[in-house]
């Protein structure tokens, strides 16, 4: 089974909403990254959260990473219809093969 | 600093026809990763690749299926014969020669379309 698991698999929101997703892993990592896939386009980098973090922030993005539950979240503040993509986290867990979960759909209405 | 560049952004073949996909690296890295993503899935790890060398191709089907990266140039991931099955987006991934880090820097991809 995959090592990522993005809960909810897919959300709708209002915009100005905010909107929060969860990726849940196995084993234990160096760090985790947040990607965002706009539809049938390529991945672009949101953040990076290593391993001896608890949150980082970008912007209007908020990151969480809590070790001992082995899960990590994803806020994004004051929604945009631009927002919406599917959004992915990927654990490195100490080695080369980054593991990517099925993703979560984001769906921000105007 | 230029990122990870991959070429074609799309790409349409015929069955049976060969697909050549190209990943140059981000400027300092020299580890190369393809990863390939089918519809509605995440990305699944492919092959792992060093200058002249490959590391792990353990996520590459036995047949058909092809890396290099090789002393000039960009990383090449070709498949031979497509057949439909093979429609996925391609991406490749690279990251610096850091003993013990392997933060990789995700490329655009490259999307397959097998008719």
């Known amino acids: 089974s995959q090592q990522g698991e993005e809960d909810p698999q897919a959300l709708s929101i209002q915009e100005g909403e905010n909107a929060t997703m969860n990726c849940s892993y196995k084993?234990?990592?160096?760090?985790l990254q947040w990607y965002r896939q706009n539809s049938g386009r390529g991945l672009v980098h949101l953040i990076l959260?290593?391993?001896?973090?608890r949150e980082k922030h970008s912007g209007r993005l908020r990151v969480t990473l809590d070790t001992s539950k082995k899960s990590s979240s994803l806020l994004i503040t004051a929604s945009r219809a631009a927002d919406t993509a599917s959004y992915f986290c990927a654990t490195e867990t100490g080695t080369y093969k980054y593991i990517f979960g099925t993703g979560t759909r984001l769906k921000v209405l105007a | 600093n230029a990122g990870v560049m991959q070429n074609p952004r799309h790409l349409v073949r015929r069955r049976g026809q060969e697909a050549r996909l190209r990943c140059s690296p981000m400027?300092?890295?020299?580890?190369v990763y393809w990863y390939r993503q089918l519809p509605e899935e995440g990305l699944k790890f492919m092959v792992y690749?060093?200058?002249?060398?490959?590391?792990?191709e353990s996520g590459m089907p036995k047949e058909r299926f092809s890396a290099e990266f090789p002393k000039e140039g960009p990383s090449i991931l070709r498949i031979q014969q497509v057949v439909r099955g093979d429609s996925a987006a391609y991406f490749c991934a690279s990251s610096p020669p850091r003993a013990g880090s392997y933060e990789q820097y995700f490329g655009p991809g490259t999307r397959l379309t097998v008719t």
């Open positions: 690749l060093q200058k002249e060398n490959i590391i792990d």
């Open positions: 400027k300092g890295h020299s580890h």
């Open positions: 084993t234990s990592i160096n760090n």
């Open positions: 959260i290593r391993s001896n973090e």
